[in-house]
């Protein structure tokens, strides 16, 4: 077999383990073997970029960076759907279907609402071509490169498709992927995304597609568009099904609306048991040329209405209100309330989110209060009994100080949230950070976990993160549940931390922003902690990616005495606070068979830097100006002779940021 046909091969079986794995939940093959095939894919790709296809499996994990959305219009309308919350209202439409089509033979596809953001998908000989957010329902944004990477979203179709179509459906986050991103945000100190549903659509706007391709994100469809040989709702459902869309399947053709309303009572008790949020049902009628006959209203099609579910709601009393301090010093309100049963949990606690929402509801300690469980994980309090209130209460009164160290709060301008400005002295402040510096994703700490980090803070053993590496085993076993093992693998664990490379340093430092990603890209552009620290703010925004917020925040964490202190002794200790040599090979291949030449002084590379750069991304550097130099780079002082030189032959000059532009 040649390389090619190898190639095909491999994207062909992988692209079938992924609709087993993804579409049907059936996996055929462990995860391991999955990994390695791919794997060998990546690596005879990687060898012939001349073979390279969007549609490879090895294209999931993203990487593309969209800065604007494009506007684009609707070929078909996204409509909304019209509500219902009660057998009469549906009975009614009923009889509104019926008056319309004048009988009352209409049969009707049952299906589940699901909660996410919508989208419309357009495949063109069976390859995926443009995926579009509902937007007005007139036009949305473009969100194709995000969509390419959810796994249960075919790129390339099966069986006998049309060569030209749209499939519209719901993105979600199902529960038990949003409860595992919300732990890793809580690992690290960060607020928790309050529900799976705005998540999924603001996953759809991220602008770096990698970072969608990590989020667990699903697609459900539910209805084909365009001018297609099928005759009912439910028929599509099943092409697409065969086609190799995700339909879920608890679909049902209704005969009548008595099998409707057994459908709707059936879920309304049993949607706790889908591994995703369901708001209703969507009752649709199944015959595609009563559907025409039927049309639409301004806003909604009036062959189809959603069954909207009740939110479970309970009474309870507000016992009292305690205020949380996060890492970055955010404080949130929580509502202690005698525990109740909702959706099948024991409720104790809701969030109250901020100073804002409490004045709005206006809540007082003593109250009874309406607790909601929807599409949230956290249940909210959504009203207070006010007939049940105490004459003699008096309007909640939010704290001033920090409850942790007593530091009068503040609130920015425009923001929501209050915040304890004293992020050097606040206790769950303090331990936030090193807590964070341990996670996973940062240090990775092996033998210290985040309650060891606050028993070693509450014990005067650290003050911060440069503290760990001064730890002795001694003083470590006197510690609860601390052995003589224990305590020696976490010694352990921290020296082996001096390993973790520069990128992972610098996101384990906390800086507020600068995520994992962040991280990363000013690892890269900076190299070392030395130039990053000395960046301004200008400098920084010129970053690719690096917005003003971001750049603001890390001037001001350099600008901060402890931070530069703490940042020393990392270095003391051995911490990797520069880039390793392994990063100064390939990283792209864009300026491949092009020649340039280096002149001048530069401020954000140093010449070898630059050097390095056009190498690393396939280009040549050449010593002299000739006729085959493609491009200049100029930086100040570039000599008079040269810039001649140049000139007389028609060679492109280019600045340094030209230059950043052309690597991406
Ligand atoms: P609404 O936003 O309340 O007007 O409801 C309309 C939205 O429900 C549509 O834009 C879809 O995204 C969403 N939806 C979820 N599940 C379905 C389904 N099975 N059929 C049609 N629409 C659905
Ligand atoms: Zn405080």
């Known amino acids: 077999m040649d390389t090619l046909d190898k190639i095909k091969a491999l994207r062909e079986e992988l692209t079938l383990h992924n609709y087993n794995y993804y579409v049907l939940d059936a996996p055929v093959i462990s995860d391991l073997e999955f990994d390695m095939k791919l794997k060998e894919l990546q690596a005879l790709e990687e060898k012939h970029p001349e073979y390279f296809d969007v549609d490879s499996p090895t294209q999931r994990v993203g990487g593309a960076i969209t800065k604007n959305f494009n506007t684009v219009v609707h070929e078909y309308r996204m409509y909304s759907l019209d509500n219902s919350y009660s057998k009469e209202e549906l009975l009614e439409w009923e009889k509104r279907v019926q008056k319309g089509l004048g009988t009352d033979k209409v049969e009707y596809t049952c299906e589940l609402k699901y909660d996410g953001a919508s989208i419309s998908i357009t495949y063109e000989g069976g390859k995926l071509s443009k995926a579009v957010t509902r937007g007005d329902g007139f036009q949305g944004d473009e969100v194709t490169t995000n969509i390419r990477t959810i796994r249960s979203v075919p790129l390339t179709l099966k069986g006998e498709y049309p060569d030209k179509f749209e499939i519209r459906g719901e993105i979600i986050l199902p529960l038990e992927g949003f409860a595992k991103m919300n732990q890793e945000l809580i690992e690290i100190g960060e607020t928790p995304y309050a529900n799976p549903r705005n998540t999924a659509s603001g996953s759809l706007k991220l602008q770096d597609s990698a970072e969608v391709a990590k989020r667990p994100l699903d697609c459900l469809l539910y209805s084909l568009v365009g001018n297609l040989p099928i005759k009912t709702q439910f028929e599509g459902l099943e092409k697409a099904r065969q086609w190799g869309f995700k339909v879920p399947k608890e679909a049902r053709l209704a005969k009548n609306m008595d099998e409707v309303i057994a459908f709707i009572e059936y879920w309304d008790t049993h949607r706790h048991d889908l591994p995703y949020e369901t708001d209703g049902v969507v009752v649709k009628v199944n015959d595609i040329h009563q559907q025409e006959e039927l049309g639409y209203t301004a806003k909604s099609p009036r062959w189809a209405i959603a069954y909207k579910f009740k939110a479970e709601r309970v009474v309870t009393k507000l016992n009292f209100i305690s205020y949380q301090v996060g890492r970055t010093g955010a404080i949130t309100p929580v509502a202690n309330l005698e525990p109740v049963q909702l959706a099948g949990t024991t409720v104790k606690r809701a969030s109250l989110h901020n100073a804002d929402q409490i004045e709005k509801l206006d809540v007082r300690v003593g109250d009874e209060v309406f607790v909601e469980k929807g599409g949230e994980i956290i249940p909210k309090i959504i009203a207070v009994d006010f007939t049940k209130r105490n004459p003699d ?11 942790e160290c007593l530091t009068e709060l503040v609130r920015k301008e425009g923001e929501a949230q209050h915040y304890c400005p004293n992020f050097y002295g606040c206790p769950p402040q303090i331990i936030g950070r090193v807590q964070h510096y341990i996670s996973r994703k940062a240090m990775d700490i092996e033998g210290l976990g985040g309650e060891t980090v606050a028993l070693l803070y509450n014990s005067g053993l650290i003050h911060n993160y440069a503290d760990l590496y001064d730890l002795k085993k001694e003083q470590v076993i006197p510690l609860e549940r601390m052995a003589d093992k224990s305590a020696e693998n976490l010694v352990n664990g921290i020296k082996k931390s001096k390993q973790v490379p520069f990128e992972r340093v610098l996101y384990a430092l906390g800086i507020r922003y600068v995520g994992e990603t962040v991280a990363k890209k000013l690892a890269r552009h900076y190299r070392n902690i030395d130039s990053l620290a000395k960046a301004s703010l200008m400098d920084l925004i010129l970053v690719d990616e690096i917005g003003e917020k971001i750049a603001q925040s890390v001037v001001d964490f ?13 270095k003391g200790y051995g911490v990797q606070l520069e880039m390793g040599e392994e990063t100064n090979t390939t990283v792209s291949d864009r300026l491949s068979g092009k ?26 550097v050449g010593s002299s100006i000739s006729s085959k130099t493609d491009y200049v780079v100029a930086g100040d002082n570039m000599g008079p002779a040269k810039l001649e030189k140049a000139n007389q032959l028609g060679i492109a000059i280019i600045s340094e940021d030209d230059f950043i532009e052309m690597i991406g």
């Open 393 to 403: 209460s008096m309007p909640t009164e939010y704290i001033h100080k920090c409850p």
């Open 558 to 570: 350099f600008a901060n005495e402890e931070n530069l202190i703490l940042i020393e002794r990392l």
């Open 595 to 620: 020649t340039f030449v280096v002149s001048g002084v530069f401020s954000k590379f140093s010449r070898d830097e630059l050097k390095k750069a056009i190498e690393a991304n396939g280009g040549k």
